[in-house]
């Protein structure tokens, strides 16, 4: 895999793993324990080093460390935790203003940002867009969006959904510890259906897409067809554990969504933007969504959302009823041209094919060699590595938890998820050098290996 330029050259960061102290360091250390002082508990960490520079797929820590990025800050530093290209814009839009708020005067970047996605964004129809902050404003807003358009309340989701933490997005998440416990009463209207998980299918049903798309027609039947505003899922679902649909599964609740006029959001925050070799997870499926999330990787780690869909129900709220203060940002949108302006020549998407390639080359060995690896799954650079006792699939979070420990320790940062926390995820930034690559995959893969003796 040849180096991406704008990654290698000029590099001040080096490019390969270094321990020049334990992980934590004692310089990470005594601020975490400032940290604790100073920071609600609320907050988690999963490696409590301090960050001094990060570029291409390194994370240099206070203390020396050089640690292999496979996290890119939760799917959002796809190019890069220092991209020469969106620092130079959002500079120079620091230079000129900061902030006017796009609903008091305006800004063509803005518009420009919106062009892009109603023009590459999949669906051969008109669209607009719509520009928010986090991805939870632009699940809440899709919402908002599909009930003005139908005059309909409720909102369908599924099993192993993440959708965000606020209230709303809360009641349509699936997992309960962290994200809800203690956070009740939540908004109602949010009915939940079977997925098509084709490791663990949904109790009582067949694997296959088949029989959870009975199952999901017949949880719409029971609930009332015309109370449904719309449907949310991700293409390939996140903290669920990065699962990977049932062939079919997507396609067929675009089918259900047409047969009963409910408004189909495909959750692209954290598959989008090239993560899976393709600018929009959905691609794979071949289906468009009439409304469609971008998040995380958009602007490459300053905070931007959009929600772009179909002309007639972005058009449906009144004027005046969807916005936010900081929606749509100047610095943002500037990051965001940046962004597109590297997916221009495709190299990016080639890369997350080839990272794809390459963790399969290593990691999938371990299916046959151990008895604590389920399932290798995902596509692009969004994979996982699902543990389970062999035979009952019981899950294993000890071991997920155990071997990423060991990643860590060992200089390489790995990330946890998972209904029931039992899958090590990994996402390294799309600049990401072979060579690096293959030095975290082996580590990951010998904490692996280790584990299961």
Known sequence: MTEILWAAEASTVTQTRHLATAIPGPRSTALHAERTQEVTNGFGIALPVFVARAEGGIIEDVDGNRIIDFASGIAVTSLGASN?????????????????????????????????????????????????????????????????????????????????????????????????????????????????????PAEGLDAGAAAALESVEATILEHGADTFAAMVIEPIQGEGGFIVPAPGFILGLRALADKYGIVLVLDEIQAGMGRTGTLFASEHEGVAGDLILTAKALANGVPLSA?????????????????????????????????????????????ARRIEEVAREVLEPLLSSTN??????????????????????????????????????????????????????????????????????????????????
């Open 372 to 453: 604590i690896v389920a399932e290798i799954r995902g596509r692009g650079a969004m994979i996982a590595i699902e543990f389970a006792d062999a035979g009952s699939l019981a899950p294993r979070a000890d071991l997920a938890r155990d071997i990423s420990a060991a990643c860590h320790a060992a200089g390489v940062l790995t990330l946890t998820c998972g209904t029931h926390g039992n899958v090590v995820r990994l996402l390294p930034p799309l600049v990401i050098g072979e060579e690096l690559l293959r030095d975290g995959l082996t580590v990951l893969a010998d904490a692996i290996t280790n584990a299961a003796n």
């Open 84 to 200: 020469k290209r969106v620092a130079e814009r959002v500079a120079a839009q620091l230079e000129a203003f900061t902030h006017t708020c796009f609903m008091v005067t305006e800004y063509d970047s803005f518009t420009q940002v919106c062009k892009w996605l109603n023009a590459n964004t999949p669906g051969d129809f008109e669209k607009r867009t719509g520009l928010f902050t986090t991805g939870a404003e632009a699940v809440e807003n899709a919402i908002k969006i599909a009930r003005a358009a139908t005059g309909r309340p409720s909102v369908l989701v599924f099993d192993e959904a993440y959708h965000g933490r606020s209230l709303l997005t809360m009641a349509m998440t699936a997992k309960v510890n962290p994200y809800k416990l203690n956070f009740g009463p939540l908004p109602t209207d949010v009915v939940r259906a079977a997925s098509a998980n084709p490791l663990r």
């Open 307 to 351: 929600v772009t869909g179909r002309v007639e129900l972005m058009n449906a709220p009144h004027t005046g009823g969807l916005g936010g203060t900081y929606a749509g940002n100047p610095l943002a949108c500037e990051a965001a041209l940046a962004v597109f302006e590297q997916f221009e020549d495709g190299s990016l998407l080639v890369h």
